[in-house]
């Protein structure tokens, strides 16, 4: 992860994705120029011919693009805020951070590239955890429709007080070329980073 951030505010970034053996499989470009919320992005896996991105933005409409196995598919969808995509969601969590923490759902929409659509969320603010030995709290975050019934749902975990994202779990954007599925993820930002290569996670808390 490269982040750069002015005032406060990240606006722009990359990440690479490397294999267990340290193969570059995939790298990320981001920029929150013409939204805090949804960024300009491009997302490529070489190996297997995918990318996916938002390549446009204005108060109408979210330019969406995708291409697999060759061909690219091109979409323009309507604008519907509150509206978050890929990584813009983190910022949009932290920008609701107090209605969150007081237990209040959070309904959104969420741009989901890859399906060249966008789908009705929301999040709430389940039973707190700990991460490190200390308390942290846990968002949920899952369809905000009957969608939910097959749609997997994610959880995020926050510091509560500085509002440092712990751990994410859920669905990736990383595809396994034997299924040709998203992985499911565990990200764990622990104060201490593992070593590079192949680790193995403590168990969760």
Do not use: C
Request: hydrophobic share 35%; charged share 25%; no cysteine.
């Amino acid at each position: 992860h490269e982040q750069v951030w002015e005032d406060g505010r990240w606006v722009r970034g990359t990440i690479d994705y490397h294999a267990p053996d340290g193969t570059l499989r995939g790298t990320k470009t981001l920029d929150f120029s013409a939204d805090p919320y949804v960024p300009l992005y491009e997302y490529t896996l070489p190996d297997q011919d995918y990318a996916e991105g938002i390549t446009a933005i204005d108060t109408n409409g979210i330019q969406l693009t995708k291409t697999s196995d060759g061909k690219q598919q091109v979409e323009t969808i309507d604008r519907r805020d509150p509206v978050t995509g890929d990584s813009g969601f983190h910022n949009f969590l932290l920008d609701h951070f107090d209605v969150l923490m007081d237990r209040q759902t959070v309904a959104f929409t969420f741009i989901a590239a890859g399906n060249l659509d966008s789908y009705k969320f929301r999040a709430r603010r389940i039973q707190d955890t700990q991460f490190e030995g200390a308390t942290a709290v846990q968002f949920k975050v899952e369809a905000n429709s009957l969608l939910r019934l097959v749609a997997p749902d994610l959880t995020v975990v926050y510091d509560p007080q500085s509002r440092r994202l712990l751990e994410y779990r859920g669905p990736s954007n990383v595809i396994d070329p034997q299924t040709g599925k998203v992985y499911d993820a565990r990200i764990a930002y622990y104060s201490q980073p593992p070593q590079p290569g192949p680790a193995t996670l403590p168990p969760l808390e």
